[in-house]
């Protein structure tokens, strides 16, 4: 069975920096990817960034680019994101998710196509 455990979230102020782990286990697939989503409250779930299993190439949505790193540790099965210069709009829950490769594709922008998530890690930045 495939698990998903978050963590690393908590509270900061605006500019401060987090990093959130994913930890793995029960994967044994070739074509996997991990990405990190987010949900602010009363809004929509939306793709902060993304890390191939294969390649490494990596996917970070406009509003993180240059201020949040993915990173992953093949070694210990944890994907990491490291949050840097946070906003108060980055403010949400942050879930990990994976594609297995049973789906054709996954999209890091709206979370198709990934068939496993975990339970989230609240993170709130406050001005």
């Known amino acids: 069975e495939v698990q998903l455990v978050e963590s690393g979230g908590g509270s900061v102020q605006a500019g401060g920096s987090l990093r959130l782990s994913c930890a793995r286990s029960?994967?044994?697939?070739?074509?996997?990817?991990i990405g990190w989503f987010r949900q602010a409250p009363g809004k929509e779930r939306e793709g902060i960034s993304c890390i191939s299993g294969s390649d490494a190439s990596v996917y970070y949505a406009p509003s993180v680019k240059g201020r949040f790193t993915i990173s992953s540790d093949n070694a210990k099965n944890t994907v990491y994101l490291q949050m840097n210069s946070l906003k108060p709009e980055d403010t949400g829950v942050y879930y990990c998710?994976?594609?297995?490769?049973?789906?054709?594709?996954?999209?890091?922008?709206?979370?198709?196509?990934?068939?496993?998530w975990g339970k989230g890690t609240p993170v709130t930045v406050s001005s």
């Open positions: 998710a994976a594609y297995d490769g049973s789906e054709s594709y996954y999209s890091c922008g709206t979370g198709y196509g990934m068939s496993h």
């Open positions: 029960g994967f044994t697939f070739d074509d996997y990817a």
